[in-house]
């Protein structure tokens, strides 16, 4: 796709991160250079340093609302108004990945196409049917009926339209050496299922595609930066909810898209739950579509604040940066014709104009004013900021400080056979490396019971002291309204608490972890001083690198209590509510139940592997160094004994 006519963007907003990438392919160079038959004990080292490299391609999620315009922001990055369709439904919305200068970009592919497997095709109905469940729960069959078809009714449309290529899809992925906008339709666009049948092939793959996969060659971009579409978070049977979630749970830096004339009103709620999940450093609210207020710039003042107060209020507020500015104007500003701007969105531009104090009196102006009202450089700024202080950083660190260990094992190994003539029990020391590291890994293992048995326990004090709020709530409910009034119980808080007693928890793991480390280097030293007796060698740097401890994306997933479906609502409504006490108590304990498990299962598990591997790797590169000191002495000793 030829792109030279397209006004460019500002590239300073990578700077920093451009700068970091540099170094990191330094480093990816000077870790091959030393990858050598002679240094074999530092390979295992070098090659997981390279590995960590070539996994790094941060990635930065867009979400928001249907209709929010993220499809058309993203356009206006890449510089072309028609890359991803806009005014996709739902229900057909994919992930869609678009990795700039991607170094990790599988052979002769271009555009990589997923689509779901049997197991995620028959959950994504489930998942439609978790309504139907929660119907159920609350004792609504008919409802939970009226989904179930409903879903099971789209399901079939599917299959019928897809024919014998449906179960053979499933599970498969296309690939290309190249696309174009007709093949990007075909999978991401839903079109209008009628036109399918006169040869139209919008959307004919839309409804079981799980992820799309764009490379794309941009020299205004940065090399290995993605940026994720997904799809709206108001989706009515959840159905690409558990995609998104986990879309969310592997970036690096997240863009709330919020539509400016709904920002003042209300937030949406499933918002907020997707940022209860999600760093505060690692999020950007930028307020889009300004073009279509009157006076875009005394607006901002009000929405901000109205968005600090909604965030303050479910205790988000801390850090979040908000940011201003239109999708529109940055494709005007982008486009070959900016003058070509819809008469009211070229209005509210120069009203902006007008209050910023530039002046607009030709098409330069007109596009330059376009491009800084639209706010597209300052977000970007914003994110490409976070990734470089944030994951950036800590790659640059983390690899500094492998080299410097790589760099000190080496020298210390090839001189130590000068340091020290004594005869070594080879296979005492290679045992007690071996009982260093089992200590190491079943006190771990002690550690890890006890840290998740207090997180249990700390997860279900939250949920018990919400059930008692929710009920006390009600009891004041009724006192006040008397029982006629609907009522409903924000678990915003329960999710608050759970987050904080999982991030505690990893963190007592961390340093519980970090103890262990540094008595197992204790005790590798020792070896080092007492049984080889190498006078003055320390071991390298024992500064050790656990994953960075990120919030429990399973947190934002709906639970019925987020929900105002009229069945649900009348589920709240009461006839004498103290009889019901239990039963509401028992659904909520039933609702809740699952992200317990969840945060235990999906998160804590999995975070508590990823800090065994830590401990593993770092005692391994001790004990390799330790054995390779003492496999250089081995053949110096032979030859002693062969001379005597
Ligand atoms: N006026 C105006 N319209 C926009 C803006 N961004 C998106 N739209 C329109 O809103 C509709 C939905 O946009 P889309 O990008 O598909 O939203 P998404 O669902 O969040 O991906 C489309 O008709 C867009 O043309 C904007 O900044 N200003
Ligand atoms: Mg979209």
């Known amino acids: 796709m030829e792109r030279d006519s397209t006004p460019r963007l500002d590239r300073t907003a990578f700077q920093a991160l451009q700068a970091q990438w540099d170094l990191i392919s330094q480093f990816d160079s000077v870790f091959h250079s030393i990858l050598e038959p002679d240094v074999e004990f530092v390979r295992d080292t070098i090659d997981r340093c390279l590995e960590k490299i070539a996994a790094f391609e941060p990635n930065v999620s867009i979400i928001g609302q249907v209709k929010a315009g993220k499809s058309t922001l993203l356009n206006a990055m890449v510089g072309k108004p028609d890359f991803l369709p806009v005014d996709v439904n739902p229900w057909t919305s994919v992930i869609t990945g678009l990795h700039f200068n991607c170094r990790r970009r599988p052979p002769q592919t271009r555009a990589l196409f997923r689509f779901f497997d049997q197991y995620e095709w028959d959950r994504l109905i489930e998942t439609g049917g978790k309504l139907g469940e929660m119907a159920n729960r609350a004792g609504y069959a008919q409802e939970a009926e009226d989904v179930r078809l409903q879903v099971l009714e789209m399901r079939a449309a599917t299959e019928a339209r897809l024919g014998g290529a449906f179960q053979r899809l ?6 290309f050496a190249e696309f174009d906008q007709d093949m990007i339709n075909r999978y991401i666009c839903y079109g209008d299922p009628d036109d399918l049948g006169d040869g139209g092939q919008d959307g004919f793959y839309a409804d079981i595609t799980k992820s799309a996969d764009l490379y794309i060659e941009d020299p205004n971009f940065p090399t290995n930066l993605c940026f994720r579409d997904t799809p709206g978070v108001n989706d009515t049977f959840m159905m690409r909810e558990q ?6 749970g592997e970036s690096r830096a997240c863009i709330v898209v919020l539509s400016a004339h709904q920002a003042l009103s209300t937030m949406d709620m499933a918002l907020l739950r997707i940022i209860c999940a999600i760093d505060a450093r690692e999020v950007v609210i930028f307020v889009n579509r300004m073009d279509e207020l009157a ?7 009000k929405i901000r604040a109205s968005i600090t107060k909604t965030l303050e209020r479910f205790g988000l507020g801390t850090g979040i940066e908000i940011l201003f500015g239109s999708g529109y104007w940055a494709q005007a500003a982008r486009s070959a014709q900016p003058q070509n701007m819809l008469p009211a969105a070229q209005k509210s531009l120069r009203a902006w104009a007008d209050a910023a104090g530039r002046s607009i009196t030709n098409e330069a ?12 450089h300052q977000l970007l700024s914003a994110v490409a900021g976070r990734i470089a202080d944030g994951p950036g950083a800590r790659m640059v660190e983390e690899l500094r400080a492998e080299a410097r260990n790589i760099v000190s094992m080496m020298e210390t190994v090839q001189t130590i056979g000068a340091k020290s003539g004594a005869d070594h029990d080879v296979a005492a ?3 007690r490396l071996d009982r260093i590291r089992d200590t190491a890994l079943s006190r771990h293992q002690q550690n890890l019971e006890q840290t998740r048995e207090d997180l249990e326990a700390r997860l279900r004090r939250a949920q018990e002291a919400f059930v008692e709020s929710a009920l006390s709530a009600l009891s004041s409910h009724v006192a006040i309204y008397g029982e006629a009034e609907t009522w409903t119980h924000e678990p915003m808080s329960l999710r608050m608490s759970m987050r904080s007693a999982y991030l505690s928890a990893c963190k007592s793991l961390d340093r519980k972890a ?17 049984d080889l007796a190498v006078v003055g060698v320390d071991l390298p740097d024992d500064q050790v690198f656990f994953p960075i401890i990120r919030p429990p994306s399973s947190l934002s997933a709906t639970l019925s209590l987020d929900l105002s479906q009229a069945w649900w ?7 004498a509510a103290a009889r019901l006490r239990k039963k509401y108590a028992d659904v909520i304990l039933a609702e809740t139940d699952p992200l317990i498990e969840q945060v235990l299962t999906q998160h804590f598990d999995q975070r508590a592997a990823e800090v065994l591997e830590v401990i593993q790797d770092y005692l391994n590169d001790r004990a390799r160094y330790i054995t390779a000191i003492l496999d250089q002495k081995t053949p110096a000793t032979k030859q002693t004994r062969d001379v005597a």
């Open 429 to 431: 020391i290679k045992q």
């Open 514 to 530: 970090q103890a262990l480390l540094v008595e197992g280097a204790a005790a590798v030293q020792d070896i080092l001083d007492v």
């Open 295 to 301: 006076d875009p710039l005394a607006e901002e003042t």
């Open 243 to 248: 995609t998104t979630l986990n879309a969310i």
């Open 170 to 175: 499933l599970g498969q992925s296309h690939a």
């Open 365 to 376: 102006d007109l596009r330059r004013v376009a491009y800084e009202a639209s706010g597209l």
């Open 569 to 575: 609502q009348r589920f709240w409504k009461f006839g």
